[in-house]
């Protein structure tokens, strides 16, 4: 079992970045971490993935060459940085964690976080 806690998000006008953060509790971070989000009333979606080594990465194609995805496994972190925000990504961003970390799925994800606002004001 893991628990995920999202930070960072906030208020900001279009063009500028903001950097999310999510932190794992747990005994392991052996696992693919992933980055979704949603708006109200529509589904959830991707965003962006992390394999457990950083070898593998994977981007919605909204936020390619905008957002990039990192992490720290010592500190069992990751972060979605997000530059040129955009009103459209005004969301509730999620951090998620997959049981395999060999590659960036793009769904399957067994352990969710709370949430965390995202607003980019136009």
């Known amino acids: 079992q893991v628990q995920l806690l999202e930070s960072g998000g906030g208020l900001v006008q279009a063009g500028a970045s903001l950097r999310l953060s999510c932190t794992a509790s747990?005994?392991?971070?052996?696992?693919?971490m992933g980055w979704f989000r949603q708006v109200p009333g529509k589904r959830r979606e991707f965003v962006a993935a992390?394999?457990?080594?950083?070898?593998?990465?994977d981007f919605a194609d909204s936020v390619k060459g905008r957002f990039t995805i990192s992490r720290d496994n010592p500190q069992y972190t990751v972060y979605l940085q997000m530059n040129n925000l955009k009103p459209e990504d005004t969301a509730v961003y999620y951090c998620?964690?997959?049981?395999?970390?060999?590659?960036?799925?793009?769904?399957?994800?067994?352990?969710w976080g709370q949430g965390t606002q995202v607003t980019v004001s136009s």
């Open positions: 992390i394999s457990r080594t950083a070898q593998y990465t």
């Open positions: 998620a964690a997959h049981h395999s970390g060999y590659f960036a799925y793009r769904n399957g994800y067994d352990y």
């Open positions: 747990g005994d392991t971070f052996d696992y693919t």
